[in-house]
Structure formats: structure tokens, C-alpha cells
Nanobody, 122 residues
Framework: QVQLVESGGGAVQPGGSLRLSCAVS?????????MDWYRQAAGKERELVAG???????KIAESVKGRFAISRDNAKTTVYLQMNSLKAEDTAMYYC???????????????WGQGTLVTVSS
């Protein structure tokens, strides 16, 4: 089954760091063309945190600029979200949303990860 598998979430104290990963699983013909990271805190709407485009350019939300960074591995099978100087307000479920290129089908499909929980608390 083709899916995006997220990992790296957990509990951390304010000021700490975490690195989230979102990896393609289930098919060797797929690569990540573009990907966005979203987060949703309890009682709030989902918000875009960071993204990387097909060309490799990145975008970071103002609320996390200077603290978060997004990157993609050379094989284009995993995207990372490095989160530094974490604050309590970063507590949320984090989701990846990827546009994947299937070289066998010569087409694209969009998938969401299952989410990974980040809790920032002292």
C-alpha cells in the first residue's frame, strides 16, 4: 500500500528541537515532487507550516520563520521538517501532504500522512 509515513514527533521542553520525517512507503516508482507540512492544534484550524516545491524552493510560515526549516533528500523519497527553539504554541498534530511522481505511470498523485503529534511543554 502506497502511503506517506511520518515520524519524529514527541514531547519536548520549550527551547528544544525535533526533526519530523515524511517518507514514501510502498512503491519504488514514486518520488516526492512537492510537499507541504501542516499542523493542527486542538480547537484550531489546520495551518500551513512549510513547503518545498518541485524546483526545490521552500516556503516557511511567518509564525515559525527562523526556527523551522524544510528539506528534501537527494533521492526525493523523504522530506524533513527541522524544528528548533520550540514553543508551547507549536504543540499540534503535524501532517505532511505530498505530490508524488510515479515514473511508471508518468503521472502524479497526492497523499496525506497519518500525522505525528508534537507536544512542547515544561
Amino acid at each position: 500500500q502506497v502511503q506517506l509515513v511520518e515520524s519524529g514527533g514527541g514531547a519536548v521542553q520549550p527551547g528544544g528541537s525535533l526533526r519530523l520525517s515524511c517518507a514514501v512507503s510502498g512503491s519504488s516508482s514514486l518520488s516526492i515532487s512537492a510537499m507541504d507540512w501542516y499542523r493542527q492544534a486542538a480547537g484550531k484550524e489546520r495551518e500551513l507550516v512549510a513547503g518545498v516545491t518541485r524546483s526545490g524552493s521552500t516556503k516557511i510560515a511567518e509564525s515559525v520563520k527562523g526556527r523551522f526549516a524544510i528539506s528534501r533528500d537527494n533521492a526525493k523519497t523523504t522530506v524533513y521538517l527541522q524544528m528548533n527553539s520550540l514553543k508551547a504554541e507549536d504543540t499540534a498534530m503535524y501532517y505532511c501532504n505530498g505530490s508524488l511522481f510515479d515514473r511508471w505511470a508518468n503521472g502524479y498523485l497526492e497523499l496525506w500522512g497519518q500525522g505525528t503529534l508534537v507536544t512542547v511543554s515544561s
